[in-house]
């Protein structure tokens, strides 16, 4: 399986050179230092937005053909989920069910040119206030959307920079960065540079600029999953299906919402009940990607059944695939999750897509069918003291679920809820 430092995005659009991870060579840094005109320090213009609606025309939004034109600057390099966008589906889902403040972060040049913009938000858990990015599990990436503005980022520029981010926010007793990329186009990521922690999981996708033979070697067993694809053929009208008007996203969205709740249940652990924001978020998101003609919902049908599908973003190039769900109770042995996701790296591919990419997660079935797996970081950040007993309380959670007690306990908790409920 490849391994290389990061998925590139320039101008929203990926470049999937496989590079190695940027450093700055002394020479280059000695030659920056010695420069009057450059300072390693420099001072920024910081405003902190709270709303989508007043930050600044720079900002990109998710459109059908890339970012659209951003004034007289250069386009950004970002991922779909710091878009105005995906932000205003936040804003209006996740944001009233945290009680979240958000915090939109420009940082710019002394006259004024952009440099990097972070969507940011502060909830209050157990009594802490804690800063993070607009995610809360439904963005595969967390960085600044990043300008090329001439800047060589080094750890120490970084550090200059959120420094001076610090003084623009609200106070925060700490600080959670998950889901970091390294790279944002050919541009490091300088909030990645202060990463403390490996993240939870790294991110895999499959390359589809490889010829169509090299692809399918790439994916586990895919002779049995041909052979299973027959089969449904000779049972009817096998078809893969993309969604194109409200009607035929809702009846996708329908069933996947209903199919994931049913392996929450199965599997003990907190559902839709626990989160109706996750519902609330999906709906709007649907309608709204929609009609910005990024949303991608496919569908693996047998005489007009579902049995699997998957909603997906698009931006240019890059495909997102963000959840896929599946009938496995009366099609399992047909394996459709799997049947669908060759269809779709196949039609994505005679598209001309060149990345179909699942997203964070280390589950079995990504590490056996992707190619490319992008290395992520997290960084954290004690600002109180309340911050730091936060931080403890986390660490000892977290010694406590991985023990086989709490292993045995956690399901039965669900089941007793779920009881007490019906």
């Known amino acids: 399986m490849a391994l290389i430092s990061s998925i590139q995005l320039s101008r929203g659009e990926p470049d999937l050179s496989l590079i190695e991870p940027a450093q700055v060579p002394k020479s280059e840094y000695l030659a920056l230092s010695s420069d009057p005109h450059i300072s390693l ?61 958000l915090c939109l972060i420009e940082v710019r040049t002394e006259d004024g040119r952009p440099v990097m913009f972070l969507p940011l938000a502060i909830f209050v858990r157990n009594g802490t206030r804690i800063l993070s990015f607009t995610d809360q599990g439904v ?12 800047m060589i980022w080094t750890r120490a520029q970084a550090e ?4 001076q981010i610090q003084k623009a926010l ?16 050919n541009l ?10 490996s993240n939870s999981a790294d991110s895999h996708a499959n390359i589809l600029s490889h010829d169509w033979d090299r692809i399918q070697q790439n994916l586990v067993r895919p002779k049995i999953i041909r052979r299973k694809l027959r089969r449904l053929h000779e049972l009817g009208d096998c078809e ?13 969205l329908d069933f996947m919402l209903r199919e994931k709740q049913q392996r929450f249940i ?53 495909y997102y695939g963000i959840m896929i769900a599946s009938n496995l109770k009366n099609w399992a042995k047909y394996s459709p999750g799997h049947v669908l996701h060759y269809l779709l790296i196949k039609d994505l591919k005679e598209q001309g897509y060149n990345c179909l990419d699942l997203g964070v997660g280390d589950e079995d079935w990504k590490l056996q069918n992707c190619d490319l797996t992008i290395p992520l970081k997290r ?25 086989s007690f709490w292993q045995a306990l956690r399901p039965l908790k669900w089941q007793l809820i779920r009881g007490v409920k019906r």
């Open 160 to 163: 200059n920079v959120w420094q």
């Open 266 to 318: 199965e599997t003990h652990v907190p559902g839709f009940e626990q989160y109706p924001e996750k519902i609330h978020y999906f709906n709007e998101a649907t309608r709204v990607f929609q009609s910005a003609g990024v949303l991608h919902f496919s569908a693996l049908k047998l005489n007009g059944e579902i049995l699997a599908c998957m909603w997906g973003l698009v931006s240019g190039p890059h």
């Open 240 to 252: 893969f299906f993309i969604a194109k008007n409200d009607a035929e996203n809702q009846a996708l």
């Open 379 to 403: 960084l954290t950040v004690c600002a109180t003291l309340r911050g730091r007993l936060y931080e403890v309380h986390k660490e000892v959670m977290s010694r406590l679920r991985a023990t």
């Open 139 to 150: 963005a595969d990436y967390n960085a600044p959307v990043l300008f090329a503005c001439g």
């Open 170 to 185: 609200p106070a925060f007793d700490f600080a959670d960065f998950n889901n970091m990329p390294e790279k944002l186009g």
């Open 41 to 101: 320090c420099p001072a920024y213009q910081i405003r902190c937005f709270k709303s989508v609606d007043d930050v600044s025309g720079d900002w990109p939004a998710a459109e059908k053909n890339g970012p659209g034109k951003l004034h007289s600057h250069a386009s950004p390099n970002y991922h779909i989920f710091q878009t105005t966008t995906f932000l205003k589906i936040w804003e209006e889902t996740y944001a009233p069910a945290l009680k979240a403040e």
């Open 188 to 197: 490091t990521n300088p909030i990645f540079l202060l990463a403390n922690q």
